[in-house]
């Protein structure tokens, strides 16, 4: 796993915005759908690294709004990289979602602070039949992109 494997996943989710949203800016194409393209990339990554250990990171008060936000928490043979699959819905000049490689939870804890303000945490562990629900998260990503 690396930086490569995270950008062709950005290109897939870019490929289904597109597909679904025509030329709209990204940053409207992912709005409300960060919880959904969070566990959809979760699903690309198991099936390519199924000994992955992901995480979904929940943030309050996101840029001292009202609003939450989802990101990825992924580990693998002792790598950690912190992505945000709906990265443009807040910073729209962004051009990767992967936000970083850290060493610790705590280091991802910070650094989603750090970026995006409000209160971070560790909201839930990703359990390997979310494969499952890909076609309903794509569902619900296609009508969250049509009602935009």
């Known amino acids: 796993m690396n930086k490569k494997?995270?950008?062709?996943?950005?290109?897939?989710?870019?490929t289904l915005f597109k597909k679904w949203g025509?030329?709209?800016?990204?940053?409207v194409l992912c709005k409300d759908s960060c919880s959904e393209l969070s566990r959809l990339i979760s699903c690309w990554v198991i099936k390519e690294y199924p000994k992955?250990?992901?995480?979904?990171?929940?943030?309050?008060n996101i840029f001292n709004t009202k609003r939450s936000h989802d990101?990825?928490?992924?580990?693998?043979n002792k790598n950690?990289?912190?992505?945000?699959p709906s990265i443009w819905q807040f910073l729209k000049r962004?051009?990767?979602?992967?936000?970083?490689e850290i060493k610790s939870t705590e280091d991802a804890l910070k650094l989603?602070?750090?970026?995006?303000?409000?209160?971070?945490k560790i909201s839930e562990k990703i359990e390997k039949n979310i494969c499952g629900?890909?076609?309903e998260l794509e569902r619900i990503i296609k009508l969250n992109i049509q009602e935009s």
């Open 5 to 14: 494997f995270f950008h062709q996943q950005q290109k897939k989710i870019i």
């Open 22 to 27: 025509g030329n709209k800016p990204l940053g």
């Open 52 to 60: 992955a250990k992901i995480s979904i990171l929940k943030g309050d």
């Open 71 to 76: 990101i990825l928490l992924v580990e693998e």
């Open 80 to 84: 950690l990289f912190l992505l945000d």
């Open 94 to 100: 962004k051009r990767n979602i992967l936000i970083g």
């Open 112 to 120: 989603a602070n750090d970026i995006y303000k409000g209160k971070w």
């Open 133 to 135: 629900e890909s076609k």
